[in-house]
């Protein structure tokens, strides 16, 4: 009964930002976390960032430290995640995820978005 819907995807030239969003709709936990993982062609889905709601600690994979930036609204249920200095490695359909995972950067989220596409171009 939660739905996840992300917006912000795109084209977009290497170096440049993109601001991915999504929306919560449905009734969520207390204590639980919304997370962003991507999925390129050919590869496995993997973890890019995570924010915990309560306390607004956030969790960023190696590759991606220093240029993204998760951040939360929470009147909104809402996460963001700000792609900065893209790279064409970046390109991937990025999946929203938000429920009580295992840990944090597990694939063990309760609920997905369908995810939006990302293309960073050279």
């Known amino acids: 009964q939660v739905q996840l819907v992300e917006s912000g995807g795109g084209l977009v030239q290497a170096g440049g930002s993109l601001r991915l969003s999504c929306a919560a709709s449905g009734r969520l936990p207390y204590n639980y976390a919304m997370g962003w993982f991507r999925q390129a062609p050919g590869k496995e889905r993997e973890f890019v960032a995570a924010?915990?709601?309560?306390?607004?600690?956030?969790t960023y994979a190696d590759s991606v430290k220093g240029r993204f930036t998760i951040s939360r609204d929470s009147a909104k249920n809402t996460v963001f995640l700000q792609m900065n200095s893209l790279k064409p490695e970046d390109t991937a359909v990025y999946s929203c995820a938000a429920g009580s995972p295992y840990y944090i950067g597990s694939q063990t989220y309760d609920y997905w978005g369908q995810g939006t596409q990302v293309t960073v171009s050279s």
């Open positions: 924010i915990r709601w309560s306390t607004g600690i956030t």
